[in-house]
Nanobody, 112 residues
Framework: QVQLVESGGGLVQAGGSLRLSCAAS????????MAWYRQTPGKQRDLVAA???????NYADSVKGRFTISRDNAKKMVYLQMNSLKPEDTGVYYC??????WGQGTQVTVSS
């Protein structure tokens, strides 16, 4: 069983920064890929960034160069540093872990 809890969302002006955190439970955290997804009303959840157990990463084209995903295996934490935020980054951000586990989501709103 894996539980994920996100935090760090909020309201920010365009050009600002936010750091999302995802706290995970479970013994397999260090060997599993973790990811952040974003969902806007009426649309499916889209991958924003993923990080594998060894640390390699991949990003959606729309966030490359602005967002950075990282992990701390000892603390069972995953982070998403979001810089140069744009209004189109607005949405609910979800942390995804093993066994198709999801957090409850955290709202990010970027005002223009």
């Amino acid at each position: 069983q894996v539980q994920l809890v996100e935090s760090g969302g909020g309201l920010v002006q365009a050009g600002g920064s936010l750091r999302l955190s995802c706290a995970a439970s479970g013994s397999i955290f260090s060997i599993t890929t973790m990811a952040w997804y974003r969902q806007t009303p009426g649309k499916q959840r889209d991958l924003v960034a993923a990080i594998r157990s060894a640390g390699s990463t991949n990003y959606a084209d729309s966030v490359k160069g602005r967002f950075t995903i990282s992990r701390d295996n000892a603390k069972k934490m995953v982070y998403l540093q979001m810089n140069s935020l744009k209004p189109e980054d607005t949405g609910v951000y979800y942390c995804k872990g093993p066994y198709d586990s999801w957090g409850q989501g955290t709202q990010v709103t970027v005002s223009s």
